[in-house]
């Protein structure tokens, strides 16, 4: 049942925000989408590759993975997006999907009809930039993580990582000033950078051995961040957000 739920576009109004400053009639617009409510529990597809879906997708509470299968069937994730991403913007124009959206967490999804979205953004038309600039972030994403994957280290791509989540979850403001949810498995991990598990594992200890971070119980609490970034070989401009800097300062 589609409904005006205002309180579900609250995250994907911050996301937005984030990149692009838009006015309060423009925040009302999104938050007066017609949305369809969805609680999905963990590991289970949202979307398949090869599907024609005739609406896009917004994550309220939870987290997804975008994915591939390749011909021996193991899986490469190739992004992971918190609430107020929408993994799905780009089947507004294209035909089929590509890829997979899993949940990695029980989530909260609001599906908006294509239609809904082409029009709001004809009543709007910063919002087209707004929305257009997600996909652009979504890409330079893509590209940092194909620079990471196949120039950086194991502990480099893992700490890597760690960075860009801890700035993205800061960014829409679902982090305390030191620790944010981290539900992603050592596995899930090691699907999306490319390692083995043990790899993984090995890596995980050796950064939480020079006291970068703590991460236990589904929590990753940042000790050292400056120590992070360098371990990381991280810079958040690749994520083009508006206050970036006083992110990347923070701790």
């Keep these: ?3 005006m739920d205002h309180d579900i576009t609250e995250p994907l109004v911050r996301r937005i925000a984030s990149v692009i400053k838009i006015s309060e009639e423009e925040k009302s617009a999104i938050r007066e989408l017609p ?3 969805s609680e999905i529990k963990a590991d289970q597809d ?5 599907e024609s879906p005739t ?3 917004f994550i309220a509470e939870g987290m997804t993975a975008t994915y591939k299968i390749v011909s021996d069937s193991r899986r490469q994730i190739v992004g992971f997006h ?3 991403d929408a993994p799905d913007l780009q089947s507004l124009h294209l035909r089929s999907l590509d890829v997979s959206i899993a949940t ?11 239609t809904a979205i082409l029009e709001v953004c004809d009543r709007f038309p910063r919002l087209t930039t707004a929305f257009w600039r997600h996909t652009l972030v979504d890409a330079a994403i893509f590209r940092e993580w194909m620079a990471n994957i196949g120039q950086r280290s194991a502990p480099t791509r893992i700490a890597h990582l760690l960075c860009e989540l801890f700035v993205r979850f800061r960014a829409v403001g679902a982090a305390t000033a030191d620790t944010i949810n981290f539900p992603i498995t050592q596995a899930e991990i090691a699907d999306s950078m490319g390692l083995s598990s043990v790899h ?5 200890m050796g ?14 609490q940042v000790l050292d961040w400056e120590g992070l970034q360098v371990a990381g070989d991280f810079s958040p401009h690749y994520l083009h957000l508006r206050e970036f800097g006083d992110l990347a300062r923070s701790s």
């Design 1 to 3: 049942m589609s409904t």
């Design 35 to 37: 949305i369809r409510r």
């Design 46 to 50: 949202v979307v398949r590759e090869g």
């Design 55 to 57: 609406r896009m997708f």
């Design 82 to 84: 918190l609430p107020g």
């Design 104 to 114: 990695i967490t029980p989530s909260t999804i609001g599906f908006v009809p294509h």
């Design 200 to 204: 993984v594992n090995r890596s995980l």
């Design 207 to 220: 950064l939480r051995a020079k006291g970068y971070f703590v991460l236990q119980d589904g929590t990753l």
